[in-house]
């Protein structure tokens, strides 16, 4: 009599459990790193602007704060950006944090910071 193999429903249903855990955090993770991807795009085109080397903080934070609501990003303020005029250009960087709700008491806490800088008006 041969012994029978393969997968039994206890085995299927913790695949399952590990499935649906790793879907469900993914819906938790995925908007905040979406957010991230978008606030480098809009940096990304504030540094490619051939004015931003003779603009104002203010005039690049409003623009910054255009790009943020265009996009419709809600973990960036325009409190988040730092500028820094550097020779031939400006560099560019925000932080931010975003808490997402988990599993009852516990939140997953990310932190996020993106750059991008110009030299003579090339973003990089």
């Known amino acids: ?5 393969g997968a039994t429903l206890g085995g299927l ?12 955090s993914a819906f938790r993770v995925v908007p905040a790193y979406m957010d991230y991807w978008l606030v ?15 603009s104002s ?3 690049i934070r ?10 419709h990003v809600t973990l960036a303020k325009r409190s988040d950006l730092f500028i820094e005029h550097i ?10 944090s975003a808490k ?3 599993l009852g008491p516990v939140n997953l806490c990310m932190d996020f ?11 990089h």
């Open 1 to 5: 009599m041969k012994r029978q193999t």
């Open 13 to 24: 249903m913790f695949f399952m459990l590990l499935l649906s855990l790793a879907v469900y």
């Open 40 to 54: 480098g795009r809009a940096l990304d085109k504030l540094v490619a602007l051939p004015s931003i080397q003779n």
């Open 57 to 59: 903080d203010e005039n």
């Open 62 to 71: 409003s623009e910054f704060d255009k790009q943020l609501r265009f996009d």
């Open 87 to 96: 020779p031939g250009g400006v560099r560019l960087s925000a932080n931010f």
């Open 100 to 102: 997402s709700p988990f």
């Open 113 to 123: 910071q993106a750059e991008a800088s110009s030299s003579n008006g090339a973003g």
